[in-house]
C-alpha cells in the first residue's frame, strides 16, 4: 500500500467537498473492494475520504411500502434488521449471503452499490426490486442507475446516501456462487412488483446487472418456475472464465431464474 | 494402557499455545538492528533479461543493497541442488540445469527472482524494487506437459533437449507385453492429476543473521527439516561448514510438503546478511507464495491394464508425462518416479507391471512433493483404472476387486516394481470399510435422494501407500543424495524429567504430544514431565526432519531405540545400587526391581543417582543418563485402506456434494486416537480440495490465472461432510512401534473414491469419465457432451 491522507467528514457536504480538494481522492465506504486493491498497489488514491464519520448515513427504517437503508449500513445489519426481514425477507437474506462474516460486518450497502462489481449481489436486489439511489444531489431509480462494469450515473463527487426499496409481493434471489470467490457467477433477483413481474441478474453478463424482459412478460401472465423454463437466454455477451463458460452462465440464469421464482412461492 | 501412554487420546500440549497466539513463528523473531528484503520477481513466463538498471532503486530512500542475478553469478556461490538423481532408460543422468538464487539471463517463470532489494523497512524495500528498470524480451513460454514435448517447443533450458529432464523406465516389459498376448480384455484409461497449490496456512520466511564476532551464520525458516537445509545450503550453496551455521525452523504453520526444499530466499538472505553484517528478513506474501512455493501433482497418464477371463490381473503397463516446471526442486525427480511408480502393483496381485516416466521442463512453478507425493497419482489412476475394468468386464467392482487382492498369507509380498511390503490385510480391511460405510445400504439412499431430483453415486477406493520414508540403502540405491534415517537424543535430568531432542519437526503433526506419549510409556514417566524439543540444528543431533509420514515409524523408532538405552544404562545404575545382578533388575511402570524381592528403585530415583554417582565404580559405569540413536528403517511402512465416498451430483447446475465419506485405514499401531482423526480429516479435506475444487490454471502466455484465492479454491468447511474415520489396524510393521504413518492416507485414498462416485453417479446419463477438480461446470459440460452423443 503507498501512503495516502485519510480524512473522517462528518457530514455529506464536508464529504463532498474534501473530495473536490483532493489531488486524487476516493470515497471509503466499508472498503471491501478499495483496501485490497490499495494493498495490492493497484490503487493509489492521494485521499481516502472516510464516510464512516457521518452518523446520519447509518440506519434502516421502514416507509411504509418499503425499507429505507442509510448508505453507510452494514450487510450485516441488513441481513439482522427486523423491519427488512419482515418487509422484504429476501433482502435480507440477500445481504446475509454476501461475502462471509467480516465482509458483512464491514462492507456496505452504500459502497456496494457505488462500485457496482459485475458480481455483486446488491446491484440485483435493486434492479430487482425497482429501488431508488439517493444521493446528495438527487434521486436516480435503479434502472437508470447501474450503466456497466464498475459503472453508475454516480458523478464524481456525488455521494449515495440511501437506497429506498418498495416491497414486493413476492421476492426472492437465488445466487450460483464462484468456486472460490464465492461472488455469484450468476445471481438472480426475481420480484413481483406493483409495477408487474422484474427478473433481475448479476455475475453473468459482459455490461454488468441487467433485467431479462422476456422472462418478466413470461411471469406477468404465469407467476411460476415453468413459466421461464423454456426461455433460452443467448449466451452471446456473457462472460466466460475459468470457473463458466458463457453457455453455462447462460443455462445458470433459467436455472436459478426457476428457483428464485420457486422460492419465492 | 495409561491415560497418557502409547494408544491414549492425549490433547496437544502445543495447542494452548496455538490457539492463544503464543506460537513462535519465523515472523514473530526479530534481531537487534534488523533489514528487511524484498525479491523482484518476473512478470513474464519466459524472457531474456535485455538490460537491468538499479541505480534508481539503490539511491532510494532507506536502502541499504541491492543485488542482482550478475551479483550472484560473480560470487562464490552454488545454485539451488537438486537432491535426487534419476536415470534414463539407457543408464545416463537426468538433465540437471542449474537453479540460481537470482537469475541473470532468462526468467522461467512468473515469480522467477530477478533481484533482491535490502532496505530499512519492508516498504521501502517495495518501493525501492518498484524503481528497478528491467527490460525483457518475452518469449513464448510452454506450461502444459504434452505442450512441451512437441517439435517446436519453446525450450526452457539449454540443457534439456525438448525440455526433457528424464526418461526413465521400471519393469519387466516383456513379461508385461506377455501378459497383454493372453488378455481377454485390455482396459485403457486417460488420466490427468491436476496441478495443485499447497498453500500452508503461513506463507514462508526467511530471516538470515551473521556474527562478525564469531563468523557465525544464523538461518530462521519455515522449514520441515532445518538439518537438511543446513546441509544443502551450507556444503551446496555458500560453503558454510555446519559449525559456522545454525539453522532454526521454529514453530511451522503447516508444511503438506512445500516447506521440505531449500528455496532461494534462504540462501539469499543468509548470504547477504554475511555480505552487509546485518540480520535480513524476507517474508513472502500470499500472492508471493501462489508463484514461488512448490507445486504439487501435475502428471498425465495413459495406462492399460490385461485381464483374464476370470478377472484376475495380468499385466498392467503405465506411461507418464510428469511436470518439473522450470526448474528441478530439491525432490521433485522422485516423485513420479520412486513415490508414484514403485506402488502400482497397489493391494493387486498383477505379475507384470511396465512403466514410463517422461519428466518436462515448463514455464511454471517447479513442482515438488506435495502431501502424498506420487502415491496419489498412482492411488488415483490405478482405483479409476478398477472401476473403469469392473464396468468393461462386467464383474461388480466390489467383486474384481476381491478377486485380485494380495493374500495376507502371501507376505512378505514382493511386487514386480521393486517394493516388498511387509504386511497387509487388504480383504480384511475392505470389509470393515464396506460395512462402515453401510455400502449394503447405498440404494435405499440412492432413492432417497433421486426423489429430491439429484443423482447420487458411491465411490471405492482401496489404496496402498508406501511412507516412513525411507531405508538410505534403498533409497541411495535409487539416485538419493541423501540418507534417510532418523535421530533421537533422550537426556533425563537428575531428578527424573526428560527432554526429548528430535531429528523430526513437527509443523501441525502433534510430535510435543505423541512423542512425549511414547517416552513416557516406554520410561513410566508422568507424561508432564516429559518435553520435546525439536526445529534448532544448535540444540538437536543431525535429523532428517519430517514429510513422507516418517515421524512416527521413522523418529520414533529411533526414540524407542533412545529409550532402550537408557534403560539399559538406569538398569545399570540400580543393580549397582541395589548390589544385585543387571540380569535380576526387573523394569517395570517406572521401577527398577531386583526380581523375587521387595528392593526397588523408582525411575526418579535412579535419574538422580546417575547424576550424583558417589561410589559408582568408575571402570564400569559411567555417570549421567543421557542416550542418542539413529534409526535406519528395515523397509518403508505400507499404510493400506479403503476409501468409500458418496456424492450427491445436481444435474442442472453440476453441483457435487459429498454426502457420505467413509475412511478405514490400516496404520499400524494408534499412539494418540485424537490426532490421527485429525490428520485423516485434514489429508481426506485436501482429496476433496484436489478432486473437487483445486484446479491451478495457466494460460497460454504462462501467466497463472489462477493466483489468488479469488480463483484458486480451496476447501472449506461447507465442502466437507462429517466424516467415518476409523482403524483397521494390522500390526507387524517393519519398525519396533509397529507404526505404518497416518499423515499422506487422507490425501492419497480419497480422490479416487471421490471422483469414481462422480462417474457412478453420472452413468445413467451416459457420462464415462469426469476429470479433477469436477467443478461444477467440469460435471455439467461433461453431462452436455454424453447427451450431445
Known amino acids: 500500500m503507498y501512503s495516502f491522507n485519510h480524512q473522517l467528514p462528518n457530514s455529506v457536504a464536508a464529504a463532498s467537498s474534501a473530495l473536490g480538494s483532493a489531488d486524487d481522492g476516493k470515497f471509503l465506504a466499508g472498503g471491501m473492494t478499495l483496501l485490497p486493491t490499495m494493498k495490492q498497489r493497484l490503487a493509489s488514491p492521494s485521499d481516502l475520504i472516510d464516510l464512516a464519520g457521518i452518523g446520519d448515513l447509518v440506519g434502516i427504517s421502514d416507509s411504509g411500502d418499503g425499507v429505507v437503508i442509510k448508505a453507510m449500513t452494514t450487510h450485516a445489519a441488513v441481513a439482522g434488521s427486523s423491519v427488512v426481514q419482515a418487509k422484504i425477507p429476501a433482502l435480507a437474506a440477500l445481504a446475509g449471503g454476501i461475502g462471509d462474516p467480516a465482509v458483512r460486518n464491514r462492507g456496505t450497502i452504500g459502497g456496494s452499490v457505488a462500485n457496482n462489481d459485475p458480481a455483486a449481489d446488491y446491484p440485483a436486489a435493486c434492479l430487482g426490486l425497482g429501488a431508488t439511489i439517493v444521493t446528495n444531489k438527487r434521486e436516480i431509480g435503479a434502472d437508470d442507475f447501474f450503466t456497466g462494469l464498475f459503472e453508475t450515473a454516480l458523478e464524481e463527487d456525488e455521494v449515495i446516501t440511501e437506497v429506498r426499496f418498495p416491497a414486493a409481493q413476492k421476492a426472492a434471489y437465488q445466487k450460483f456462487e464462484n468456486p472460490a470467490s464465492r461472488y455469484a457467477i450468476v445471481g438472480v433477483f426475481v420480484a413481483q412488483t406493483a409495477g408487474g413481474a422484474r427478473v433481475a441478474v448479476t455475475g453473468a453478463s459482459q455490461d454488468g446487472v441487467g433485467r431479462i424482459s422476456e422472462m418478466e412478460q413470461a411471469l406477468g401472465g404465469n407467476w411460476s418456475a415453468d413459466a421461464v423454463a423454456n426461455i433460452d437466454v443467448p449466451a452471446d455477451g456473457l462472460n466466460t472464465d475459468i470457473h463458466a463458460s458463457a453457455a453455462y452462465r447462460a443455462h445458470l440464469v433459467t436455472t436459478m431464474a426457476k428457483r428464485a421464482i420457486a422460492a419465492a412461492g | 494402557m495409561s491415560e497418557t501412554g502409547i494408544g491414549a487420546r492425549v490433547k496437544r500440549v502445543e495447542d494452548q499455545r496455538f490457539l492463544t497466539g503464543k506460537g513462535n513463528y519465523t515472523d514473530d523473531i526479530n534481531r537487534p538492528n534488523q533489514t528487511y528484503a524484498f525479491i523482484l520477481r518476473s512478470p513474464h513466463a519466459h524472457a531474456r533479461i535485455t538490460s537491468l538498471d538499479a541505480s534508481a532503486a539503490q539511491a532510494s530512500e532507506g536502502v541499504v543493497a541491492v543485488f542482482t542475478g550478475k551479483d550472484i553469478a560473480a560470487a562464490e556461490v552454488g545454485g539451488l541442488p537438486c537432491g535426487w538423481q534419476i536415470h534414463n532408460k539407457d543408464g545416463s543422468p537426468m538433465a540437471e540445469p542449474p537453479h540460481p538464487m537470482l537469475v541473470a539471463d532468462k526468467v522461467r517463470h512468473v515469480g522467477d527472482q530477478v533481484a533482491m532489494v535490502i532496505a530499512e523497512t519492508r516498504d521501502q524495500a517495495r518501493d525501492a524494487a518498484e524503481k528497478i528498470v528491467v527490460e525483457y524480451e518475452t518469449l513464448a513460454a510452454v506450461t502444459a506437459t504434452d505442450a512441451a514435448i512437441k517439435d517446436g517447443a519453446p525450450q526452457v533450458h539449454d540443457e534439456a533437449a525438448l525440455n526433457t529432464c528424464y526418461d526413465w523406465e521400471l519393469g519387466d516389459k516383456a513379461a508385461t507385453e506377455e501378459g497383454f498376448a493372453k488378455a481377454a480384455h485390455v482396459v485403457k484409461i486417460d488420466v490427468v492429476n491436476n496441478r495443485i497449490i499447497p498453500n500452508a496456512m503461513e506463507p514462508r520466511v526467511a530471516l538470515g543473521d551473521y556474527d562478525r564476532s564469531t563468523g557465525d551464520y544464523t538461518l530462521f525458516t519455515t522449514s520441515q527439516n532445518p538439518h537438511v537445509i543446513r546441509l544443502l545450503m551450507g556444503a551446496f550453496v555458500l560453503q558454510l561448514p555446519e559449525h559456522k551455521l545454525r539453522v532454526v525452523a521454529p514453530d511451522v504453520g503447516g508444511g503438506f510438503g512445500s516447506k521440505i526444499f531449500h528455496y532461494a530466499e534462504e540462501a539469499l538472505v543468509t548470504w547477504a546478511a554475511g555480505k552487509l553484517g546485518r540480520p535480513i528478513k524476507w517474508v513472502s506474501d500470499r500472492s508471493e507464495a501462489f508463484v514461488t512455493d512448490a507445486h504439487g501433482r501435475d502428471h498425465r497418464t495413459h495406462a ?394 495457466y494460460d497460454d502466455e504462462g501467466q497463472l490465472l489462477t493466483g489468488s484465492f479469488m480463483d484458486y479454491a480451496m476447501p472449506r468447511a461447507d465442502n466437507v461432510p462429517f466424516f467415518t474415520v476409523a482403524q483397521k489396524s494390522v500390526m507387524g510393521a517393519s519398525n519396533p512401534l509397529e507404526v505404518k504413518g497416518v499423515g499422506e492416507v487422507g490425501a492419497i485414498g480419497s480422490p479416487p473414491a471421490i471422483i469414481n462416485a462422480v462417474v457412478n453417479a453420472l452413468e445413467p446419463l451416459g457420462v464415462e469419465d469426469v476429470t479433477m477438480p469436477a467443478t461444477p461446470m467440469t460435471v455439467w459440460q461433461a453431462i452436455q457432451d454424453a447427451q450431445a452423443r
Open chain 2, 304 to 697: 492399460e491394464l490385461a485381464i483374464d477371463g476370470d478377472g484376475k490381473f495380468l499385466a498392467l503397463r503405465v506411461s507418464t508425462l510428469a511436470n518439473m516446471g522450470a526448474y528441478l526442486s530439491t525432490f521433485a525427480p522422485a516423485i513420479p518416479t520412486y513415490l508414484s511408480a514403485t506402488l502400482l502393483a497397489g493391494v493387486y496381485t498383477t505379475p507384470a507391471i511396465y512403466s514410463e516416466v517422461r519428466a518436462v521442463f515448463t514455464n511454471t512453478v517447479p513442482v515438488d512433493a506435495v502431501r502424498g507425493a506420487g502415491r496419489p497419482e498412482t492411488s488415483y489412476l490405478l482405483e479409476r483404472l478398477v472401476d473403469r475394468a469392473a464396468k468393461q468386464t462386467g464383474i461388480d467392482k466390489t467383486e474384481l476387486r476381491k478377486r485380485n487382492f494380495i493374500q495376507p498369507e502371501q507376505m512378505p509380498y514382493q511386487t514386480p516394481v521393486a517394493l516388498q511390503y511387509d504386511v497387509g490385510d487388504y480383504p480384511a480391511v475392505f470389509e470393515a470399510g464396506l460395512a462402515a460405510a453401510d455400502y449394503s445400504g447405498f440404494e435405499g439412499r440412492k432413492a432417497e435422494t433421486e426423489s429430491r431430483g439429484k443423482l447420487r453415486g458411491v465411490g471405492i477406493s482401496t489404496y496402498i501407500e508406501a511412507c516412513g520414508i525411507a531405508p538410505s540403502a534403498v533409497a541411495g540405491a535409487l539416485g538419493a543424495r541423501a540418507g534417510l534415517y532418523e535421530s533421537a537424543q533422550v537426556r533425563v535430568h537428575p531428578t527424573g524429567s526428560v527432554t526429548l531432542f528430535t531429528g523430526s519437526h513437527s509443523h501441525g503433526q502433534g510430535h510435543e504430544t505423541t512423542f512425549a506419549q511414547v517416552v513416557s510409556d516406554l520410561l513410566g514417566v508422568p507424561f508432564e514431565a516429559v518435553v520435546v524439543s525439536h526445529g534448532d540444528t544448535a540444540k538437536v543431533q543431525f535429523g532428517m526432519g519430517t514429510y513422507g509420514s516418517r515421524s512416527l515409524a521413522v523418529g520414533g523408532a529411533a526414540i524407542y531405540k533412545a529409550c532402550e538405552k537408557i534403560i539399559d544404562k538406569a538398569t545399570k545404575i540400580a543393580a549397582h545400587i541395589l548390589e544385585a545382578a543387571e540380569a535380576d533388575i526387573e523394569f517395570k511402570d517406572g521401577n527398577f526391581t531386583v526380581a523375587g524381592t521387595d528392593k526397588s528403585m523408582a525411575f526418579g530415583e535412579v535419574a538422580l543417582a546417575a547424576y550424583v554417582p558417589h561410589n559408582f565404580p568408575h571402570e564400569t559405569l559411567e555417570p549421567g543418563l543421557d542416550e542418542n540413536a539413529f534409526y535406519d528403517p528395515l523397509n518403508f511402512s505400507y499404510p493400506s485402506g479403503c476409501h468409500i465416498c458418496e456424492v450427491e451430483v445436481d444435474p442442472d447446475t453440476g453441483v457435487v456434494e459429498v454426502a457420505k465419506f467413509t475412511a478405514v485405514d490400516d496404520i499400524g499401531r494408534v499412539v494418540n486416537p485424537m490426532i490421527v482423526e485429525g490428520q485423516v480429516h485434514g489429508g481426506v479435506v485436501q482429496g476433496i480440495g484436489q478432486a473437487l475444487l483445486e484446479g491451478c490454471v
